[in-house]
């Protein structure tokens, strides 16, 4: 921030810090709450974010004010809970105090000022505007690209381009078409919106949530089979093993899901890891949620095959039916990606293109909420294919051709 601007900044913050305390006005904004409960989308994914939990969730009433501790301490856990440069010192922070860390690398970055005599002010809320300027500044400062109608808000004024561009990118609808009320109190249901809003700006990369198979160890206990079921299946099979290779399906599972990561990274996806070891303990069930809760545009599962007759070979996908109990409505758009990934998978690695298989029977595919397919990427207990598939060159091709198979997916979705 410039220096004049963080001069500015702190003086008009510091007079917050003075008369908005905690009950002062009440943030009542029907623009911003044209929903009822209109806070509720944004609290539910705060909640799937881990940056609330769910007493807090279902405790928050509307008018529940934010103070700035609060408020920095959920930006900053937003952003991954980086570690600040150095813990700062405030006269009202003790050392153990849990915001301290959020606070010190709010500061750091320009994004929330500490207060005249070395004060923070941890406790009183913050009004909208500046928590708005906290966000605009945690995006990069981006220009607003015309002039903002609110009437209420003044060329001056240091938040200015900071409403202007929260208008502009839908993170505030303002507390009417004309007004912001840039001096009213931040409730956290607010707060949540503008923060939920601020974190998806942007982001216009597809999501790929990729779940390697199996883990170190199986987990016999049961989990149903899909939602509502009363079938059971166990938390998590031990997988296959390569009958010349040694290697378990869980290492050849991750070994590929890593290099297809990096791979999707490159090509502009965002990619999420159900696990990136192999010491974890993941369900069927909690590998599905993690999707689920990302929104992600696909799950894809990453498994290889075995048989108890050495000869089969080949790579096939999975999905629901058509007639699923749980997700039929996933069937077409998990067709559709089972399709693309088996192709390009065959494509790129020669190897033989087994029929797809529809099936209910799969826990991790019943419980998902969001397109998903198991890619069979070859049978471990064909030796030849197992080597194969044990061969770094050869899981290049893998790698890529299951890039490919997502690139055609999303070409038409
Ligand atoms: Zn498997």
Not at 92 to 99: A, G
């Amino acid at each position: 921030m410039r220096p004049l601007l963080r001069r500015i900044f702190s003086l008009l913050t510091a007079l917050v810090c003075l008369t908005s305390m905690p009950g002062v006005g009440s943030a009542v904004t029907p623009s911003d709450r044209s929903t009822i409960p209109w806070y509720a989308d944004s609290v539910q994914w705060a909640v799937s974010r881990g940056l609330i939990d769910a007493d807090a969730a279902a405790r928050l009433t509307p008018d529940r004010l934010c103070t700035r501790a609060e408020a920095v301490d959920l930006l900053w856990r937003c952003s991954g809970a980086p570690a600040p440069a150095s813990l700062l010192e405030f006269r009202d922070l003790r050392p153990e105090d849990p915001c301290r860390e959020a606070v010190s690398w709010a500061v750091e970055n320009g994004l929330a000022a500490g207060f005249a005599r070395g004060y923070f002010c941890p406790d009183v809320s913050w009004k909208r505007a500046d928590v708005l300027y906290m966000l605009w500044r945690w995006a990069d400062s981006p220009e607003a690209d015309a002039a903002c109608p609110f009437t209420d808000i003044r060329r001056e004024c240091y938040y200015y381009d900071a409403v202007c561009w929260g208008l502009q990118a839908g993170v505030t609808a303002g507390v009417s078409a004309e007004r912001f009320s840039p001096n009213r109190a931040c409730t956290l249901a607010e707060l949540l919106c503008f923060l939920h809003a601020a974190s998806t700006l942007g982001d216009t990369r597809r999501l790929v949530v990729i779940d390697p198979g199996h883990q170190l160890h199986a987990d016999g206990e049961k989990e149903p089979l899909g939602p509502g079921s009363n079938q059971t299946k166990a938390k998590t099979s031990a997988g296959t093993y390569g009958a010349a290779s040694g290697l378990h399906e869980y290492q050849l599972n991750l070994t590929i899901s890593l290099a297809l990561r990096d791979e999707l990274e490159l090509r502009g996806y965002r990619v999420i890891l159900t696990r990136d070891n192999h010491a974890v303990t993941l369900s069927n069930i909690d590998r599905a949620r993690i999707a689920n809760e990302a929104q992600a545009d696909v799950m894809l599962r990453i498994h290889a095959n075995g048989s108890t007759n050495p000869a089969i070979h080949g790579a096939k996908a999975v999905n629901m039916t058509r007639s699923s109990p749980y997700n039929p409505e996933l069937y077409a758009d998990s067709r559709a990606l089972s399709e693309a990934v088996l192709s390009g998978f065959c494509a790129a690695t020669g190897a033989k293109q087994l029929p797809i298989w529809d099936t209910d029977t799969m826990t991790g595919i019943n419980w998902s909420t969001v397109p998903v397919t198991i890619l069979e990427m070859g049978y471990m207990s064909n030796a030849a294919e197992d080597l194969q598939m044990a061969d770094p060159a050869y899981q290049k091709k893998m790698v890529q051709g299951i890039a490919d198979g997502l690139d055609a997916y999303f070409d038409n979705h």
